[in-house]
């Protein structure tokens, strides 16, 4: 058995396995699904207007990947062209968010009304209007988006018969935008008020003031969180400090012949005995992240309740006369995605990342390569799931201001390591003095000669005086 790896990479390798696993899973069910469903695209097809008529948006959206798969299928068979393939995709795409837009409207009136005692409007409208943003994204500016539509069911507040693309999407940005202003981030924090409080002092300038905003978020972000990251860092680079007697401990129970640990479980007790000696906690790495974790949920879904206001701010390439570079799609506003920035962010992440402290210089190489394996993933996320670039650009100036701080905290002197009790358990007494060898102790440990017979400390006892 090998050596096992500290309690922070062993967090990081099972979420980052996880995050794989979900992907792959997503990957392979969808086609796996079209190939056994022995219905033809045709009635699917049938099947999804259907839905669309009852207003069940969540089937719908089961249906729509079988439906994808078996097109694909198809495609070959009947000669389609890959722009009448991407066009009836398209079309199935538009039915979708039309049934969860319409479904977010009864649900809405049905909380008017009294019926239910939630309002899902703004929810299930946020919802269709993320789903159908990636097609948006990847067929505005060719000719399939304005030439493609779809037959619907009319209802008392959607009529139409038939609708296009634009109008689709364009109604949920109508409808969607007041909703996102009164919508609470949580229920309680007012989001969108708090991220228009960051672009207003500065005119609301379409050049600066809201990639602006975006770093002056990062700023008090970082600020909140700068004491505990510091804390972080600089009881890594404590745990550092302790590796030499760490492998020690390591080679006391490592197999001369085969290398490996002969008893992992008392290797594993003496070792946490090392930390408790000192008061250290190699588990202390994760706190600081889950702690964080919630105020990254909130800055984010603060700025999505602020995306379509994004759209009036620009940044360096990210403006509506910027196409392509190098065959790369840009982004025409902040409020859109920006696949030259989730680059830029994937290089701001593993910088951040080579920064951060080592708890075992054993694993160097492990630790930094895991480090730039979740970077990685992280970054390939984004390339499938549609983020601001406002967000994206916020997240790349919290990098380098962490980046900024692990630079600062290496400047500084790491704290000296103080026993806070001894092997045994017990506590340190007079840490200092023992330095000097006086009290009767060693190395913080108290010799058992240190007592007299009375309980109390032979140093304190009154020497007789001569006459």
């Known amino acids: 058995m090998s050596t096992p790896a500290p309690p922070r990479n062993n967090f990081m390798t099972v979420l980052l396995m996880g995050m794989m696993l979900f992907l792959g899973i997503q990957l392979i069910m969808a086609p796996q699904q079209g190939s056994r469903d022995s219905r033809s695209a045709d009635e699917i097809w049938a099947k999804m207007q259907t839905l669309n008529r009852e207003l069940k948006d969540v089937s719908i959206q089961q249906e729509l990947r079988i439906y994808e798969s078996k097109l694909n299928d198809e495609a070959g068979k009947k000669g389609m062209s890959k722009e009448e393939l991407d066009k009836q995709i398209l079309r199935a795409h538009l039915l979708v968010a039309d049934t969860m837009y319409k479904s977010g409207l009864y649900r809405g009136q049905l909380f008017k009304s009294g019926g239910v005692g939630e309002d899902w409007a703004y929810r299930k409208l946020d919802k269709a209007y993320t789903f159908i943003k990636p097609k948006y994204e990847a067929f505005y500016r060719t000719p399939i988006w ?78 909140i969180i700068w004491p505990l990251a510091q804390k972080q860092i600089m009881h890594g680079r404590q745990m550092m400090k302790l590796q030499p007697r760490i492998k020690e401990i390591q080679e006391k129970y490592k197999d001369k012949k085969s290398g490996q640990i002969k008893d992992p479980q008392a290797m594993q007790m003496e070792t946490m005995a090392i930390y408790k000696e000192y008061g250290l906690n190699p588990f202390a790495g994760c706190g600081p992240a889950l702690v964080q974790m919630p105020l990254f949920l909130a800055v984010y879904q603060s700025m999505h309740h602020y995306k379509f206001e994004f759209t009036k701010g ?50 160097v190489r492990q630790q930094r390569l895991m480090g730039i394996g979740i970077a990685v993933v992280f970054s390939v996320m984004m390339f499938f799931y549609t983020l601001p670039s406002a967000f994206i650009l916020y997240w790349i100036f919290t990098n380098v201001l962490s980046t900024a701080q692990s630079l600062l905290s290496y400047r500084l002197p790491v704290p000296e390591l103080v026993k806070v009790q001894t092997v045994a358990g017990g506590k340190v007494i007079d840490t200092d003095a023992s330095k000097n060898g006086r009290n009767g102790s060693v190395n913080g440990a108290i010799s058992p000669d240190f007592f007299g017979k009375k309980g109390t400390p032979k140093a304190n006892k009154q020497r007789k005086r001569k006459r």
């Not at 996102?180 to 207003?200: C, H, N, R, S, T």
């Open 146 to 223: 304005g030439a493609t539509s779809v037959a619907v069911n009319p209802t008392a507040k959607t009529p139409a018969t038939e609708r296009t693309a634009n109008e689709i999407y364009d109604q949920l940005v109508i409808d969607l935008s007041p909703l996102a202003k009164a919508e609470p981030v949580f229920g309680f924090i007012p989001g969108y008020q708090l991220i228009d409080a960051l672009v207003q002092p500065t005119g609301a300038n379409p050049g600066f003031s809201y990639w602006f905003a975006a770093f002056l978020l990062a700023l008090v972000v970082r600020a």
């Open 314 to 363: 620009t940044f360096l390439w990210i403006n509506e006369s910027s196409y392509r570079f190098a065959g790369i799609p840009l982004a025409p506003n902040l409020g859109e995605r920006d696949y030259i920035l989730v680059f830029f962010y994937m290089i701001s992440m593993i910088a951040t990342t080579l920064l951060m402290p080592v708890t075992d210089p054993s694993n």
